[in-house]
Nanobody, 121 residues
Framework: QVHLVESGGGLVQAGGSLRLSCAASGSIFSINDMGWYRQAPGKQRELVAV???????HYADSVKGRFTIARDDAKNTVSLQMNSLKPEDTAVYYC???????????????WGQGTQVTVSS
């Protein structure tokens, strides 16, 4: 079994900052891409940021220059530093990891349970 557990969400005023963290644990052989997605009420889940195993990053246009994704492969963690937050950033944020498990060496996508981020105006 594989578990992804997020932490760090909460309520913040516009212009403020939050840092989300996600730890992957369980029968993990290797981790490929890790990323953050978000889903606002009434909207589809969207990609926020992704980081590859080689350290390359990609951001949604709406968060470029404000959010920074990073990973620690020694700890199987991924983080999202969110600065200059806006009310439109309000959503449930989900951690995602594409990883290979042991002992079957199967590759698949795994998700955290989500953490609420609320930005007040």
């Amino acid at each position: 079994q594989v578990h992804l557990v997020e932490s760090g969400g909460g309520l913040v005023q516009a212009g403020g900052s939050l840092r989300l963290s996600c730890a992957a644990s369980g029968s993990i052989f290797s981790i490929n891409d890790m990323g953050w997605y978000r889903q606002a009420p009434g909207k589809q889940r969207e990609l926020v940021a992704v980081i590859t195993s080689g350290g390359s990053t990609h951001y949604a246009d709406s968060v470029k220059g404000r959010f920074t994704i990073a990973r620690d492969d020694a700890k199987n963690t991924v983080s999202l530093q969110m600065n200059s937050l806006k009310p439109e950033d309000t959503a449930v944020y989900y951690c995602n990891a594409n990883l290979r498990t042991t002992p079957a060496y199967r590759t698949g996508d795994y998700w955290g349970q989500g953490t609420q981020v609320t930005v007040s105006s």
